[in-house]
C-alpha cells in the first residue's frame, strides 16, 4: 500500500520570505502522480502543484516549485515570496498512474502560518 | 470556484441515526469519489463512483454506501452512525483518466453526538 508522510506539523515563514515544506512516500509503483493541495480555512481542498513521475523537470506554477527526487521518494513544495493568502493546511498527495485509478492518499498535512 | 458543491455545510446527528450527504459535481464529470476528513487530519478515501457504479473502495465498512446519478450528482449514506464518523467529508469529480486533475468541494461537516 502506498503511503505519503509529512514530517512537519507546522511552519511559520515571514511575509515576503520563502519557506519549504516536505514529504516523503513509498509506493513500489513506477508511474504515478503526486500533489500538492492547500486546504483554507473555507475547507476546500486547491490544487497549487502536480507532478508526473516520468518526467524528470520539477514543476512550477508561479511561486510554487516542487524538488521530486525520485529515488529517494521525496516530494518537497517550495513558496517563494510568501504571501498572507498562502497560509493555509497544505496536503501532499499521491495517486497512481493507471487508468481509472482516481484514489488520492494524503499525507497528514502541514499548517503553514505567514507572519505579516 | 471548482464546480462542485456540497451540501449540507453543517449537520449534527444522533449516534445509531442515518445521514446523507449530496453532492453536485462539475458537468461532465462522470467519476466522483467520497473523503472523509478527521480534525487534523488528512482526508481519507472512502469510495469511487464512475458511470453510476461503484468501482473502488478504501478501509471502510459497508454501512458506508453511495449512489451517482446520471445528472452529475451523488450521494453518500451512512448508516448506524458513530461517534467518530464525525469528520468533515470531501466530495470530488473528475473526468476518468490518470491524468485528469480532480475537483474537490468545501465539504460537509458531520458531528455525531
Known amino acids: 500500500a502506498q503511503t505519503v508522510t509529512q514530517s512537519q506539523p507546522e511552519m511559520s515563514v515571514q511575509e515576503a520570505e520563502t519557506v519549504t515544506l516536505s514529504c516523503t512516500y513509498d509506493t513500489s509503483e513506477s508511474d504515478y502522480y503526486l500533489f500538492w493541495y492547500k486546504q483554507p480555512p473555507s475547507r476546500q481542498m486547491i490544487l497549487v502543484i502536480r507532478?508526473?513521475?516520468?518526467?524528470?523537470q520539477n514543476a512550477t506554477e508561479n511561486r510554487f516549485s516542487v524538488n521530486f527526487q525520485k529515488a529517494a521518494k521525496s516530494f518537497s513544495l517550495k513558496i517563494s515570496d510568501s504571501q498572507l493568502g498562502d497560509a493555509a493546511m497544505y496536503f501532499c498527495?499521491?495517486?497512481?498512474?493507471?487508468?481509472?485509478?482516481?484514489?488520492?492518499?494524503f499525507g497528514q498535512g502541514t499548517r503553514l502560518t505567514i507572519n505579516p | 470556484e471548482t464546480g462542485v458543491t456540497q451540501s449540507p455545510t453543517h449537520l449534527i446527528k444522533t449516534r445509531g441515526q442515518q445521514v446523507t450527504l449530496r453532492c453536485s459535481s462539475q458537468?461532465?464529470?462522470?467519476?466522483v469519489s467520497w473523503y472523509q476528513q478527521a480534525l487534523g487530519q488528512g482526508p481519507q478515501f472512502i469510495f469511487q463512483y464512475y458511470r453510476e457504479e461503484e468501482n473502488g473502495r478504501g478501509n471502510f465498512p459497508p454501512r458506508f454506501s453511495g449512489l451517482q446519478f446520471p445528472n452529475y450528482s451523488s450521494e453518500l449514506n451512512v448508516n448506524a452512525l458513530e461517534l467518530d464518523d464525525s469528520a468533515l467529508y470531501l466530495c470530488a469529480s473528475s473526468l476518468l483518466g490518470s491524468g485528469n486533475t480532480i475537483y474537490f468541494g468545501e465539504g460537509s461537516w458531520l458531528t455525531v453526538v
Open positions: 458537468s461532465g464529470h462522470n467519476t
Open positions: 507532478q508526473e513521475a516520468y518526467k524528470q
Open positions: 498527495a499521491y495517486r497512481r498512474g493507471i487508468q481509472g485509478a482516481q484514489k488520492l492518499v
